[in-house]
């Protein structure tokens, strides 16, 4: 029998509430620098039921190996037999009944056609020792292997021994997790991520990470499935998820919302606080500290002030359409949302393309903004235009203009019907808006991201401005791509 999560006995554990972070510490120690990885309370699903595992060590070696913990003593046990629990007693047993091994084997059948590594059960006795376990009722050595059990006396050496048989096989750890993590999925569409973006999720926290790309990439949907993904391993973890604007955060929540529906992952979206960076101050002058800390859209800046908030060894992972020299960085190449031409663009390659995707325009602002809304209108709906406007004190003005020119069609940002007609929004909301034609009115371009200006129109974007500025914008973008070369 090697499912010790099917044993029960009669007597009371050594400690009702025991720490095992010793235990575990111990052989994180021992076991990670030889490529292992460690989870504790993971949840995995089969037919919409679920189950927690305790303690997993996944090993090149080893395979995957589910830890249980025994808490009992020699003296609790002294006198005591050993029985086998049915399932109905199994919520009163010691070590509770579970099928994980079997529903991992059979993962691995369903995806691979084959038993891709072994999959042990390890009971570890922090309590009992080797000699202790020796006098106890017959009735536990026939339920206990003892070669598959660690005792709170056993060596380094004696530790290796049982996990790591001689004849071990070599394991693929990536084809195990995507077994192990099968319900990972893409909001909107439940395919499985692409496999770039599951290696990023995948990694384990040993450094700060960057993840670089153009907009429309996945860089916010790998960040809050990191954050699940992190939590689901260890529920204890404190972990925040800050985003660059306020009216983000509600996009980022919308997200975690989406992988647990989608994914089944059984997680509370309460758990994991998203907060905008504007709050960032105030957590640091309260002292708050954190395991993990995500931010998206992150500048150099912003890096250095999140430092405060990091507990001794903790991770910080975040995203940037621009590099940080400091940060271990992930690139990602491949654009979901934006234009071939805008993509290039964003990246600041063939630019020339943007010529049918970008307008430039100097002149008298309102002028300038009725004249393309005339033009655009001729063809194309009043509600797949938006207009952002880099003053929030002339939105009334714009709005004004527009309505005496065209009749009632606009909007301003937060009203009911924004989805009938032209929206005006002010440029705070730059990050929140995707839209086929952007116009966007602006004095001077100096402290805003041109790549965030022209990413968020799918089909064309048209800049005005009064300043002769707004024709450097392309050098601009030109200068940016060098300087990341």
């Known amino acids: 029998m090697n499912f010790f999560s099917k044993l029960f006995s009669s007597s009371n554990p050594h400690d009702t509430s025991p720490d095992h972070s010793k235990q575990i510490s111990h052989l994180r120690s021992l076991f990670e620098p030889e490529g292992a990885e460690f989870y504790r309370d993971l949840p995995i699903f089969n037919q919409h039921n679920r189950y927690t595992l305790p303690f997993v060590m996944l090993h090149p070696s080893a395979g995957v190996i589910l830890f249980s913990f025994f808490d009992h003593d020699g003296p609790s046990l002294r006198d005591v037999k050993a029985q086998l629990a049915d399932r109905n007693q199994a919520p009163k047993a010691d070590i509770q009944t579970d099928d994980a091994k079997a529903i991992i084997q059979q993962r691995f059948d369903d995806i691979y056609h084959t038993q891709l ?122 972990l925040i998820l800050f985003t660059k604007h306020t009216c983000h955060v509600h996009h980022l929540q919308s997200l975690l919302f989406s992988f647990i529906e989608h994914a089944h992952w059984a997680l509370n979206p309460a758990d994991i606080t998203v907060s905008s960076i504007e709050t960032l101050g105030k957590r640091v002058r309260e002292k708050e500290k954190y395991d993990l800390i995500i931010s998206d859209d992150i500048s150099e800046a912003t890096l250095k002030a999140l430092i405060p908030l990091k507990h001794k060894n903790a991770t910080l992972i975040c995203s940037s359409y621009y590099p940080i020299n400091s940060l ?69 003005q714009i709005k004004t203009e527009i309505d005496e020119y065209f009749g009632p069609i606009s909007y301003l940002f937060d009203h009911v019907d924004k989805d009938k007609g032209i929206v005006i929004y002010p440029i705070s909301h730059l990050s929140c808006i995707t839209s086929e034609y952007l116009i966007a009115i602006v004095e001077d371009i100096e402290g805003y991201d041109l790549i965030e200006l022209i990413s968020r129109a799918s089909k064309k974007s048209f800049i005005l401005s009064e300043s002769e500025a707004i024709y450097n914008i392309i050098s601009t973008i030109k200068g940016l791509h060098n300087a990341s070369d």
Not at 351 to 366: A, D, S, Y
Request: aromatic letters at 6%; proline letters at 7%.
């Open 117 to 238: 590594c072994p999959v042990r059960s390890i009971l570890i006795c922090p309590n009992l020792s080797e000699g202790e376990f020796d006098y106890l009722d017959e009735s536990f050595h026939q339920l206990i292997p003892k070669n598959s059990v660690i005792f709170n006396d056993h060596t380094d050496k004696r530790y290796k021994e049982i996990l790591i048989p001689e004849s071990s096989p070599v394991c693929d750890i990536s084809k195990i997790k995507h077994a192990l993590f099968a319900e990972l999925s893409i909001p909107d569409n439940n395919n499985l991520m692409t496999p770039e973006q599951a290696k990023i999720i995948h990694l384990p926290l040993q450094q700060d990470l960057l993840i670089q790309g153009v907009p429309g990439c996945g860089k916010s949907s790998i960040l809050v499935a990191k954050a699940l993904y992190e939590k689901m391993k260890d529920p204890e973890l404190s």
């Open 328 to 396: 271990t960085t992930h690139k990602l190449s491949h654009s979901f949302r934006l234009a071939p031409a805008i993509e290039a663009a964003c990246e600041g390659l063939e630019v020339e393309t943007l010529q049918n995707n970008l307008q430039l325009k100097q002149g008298n602002l309102f002028m300038n903004t009725l004249v393309n809304l005339e033009t655009l209108m001729k063809k194309e709906p009043a509600s797949s235009i938006t207009l952002v406007v880099q003053d929030s004190q002339f939105i009334p």
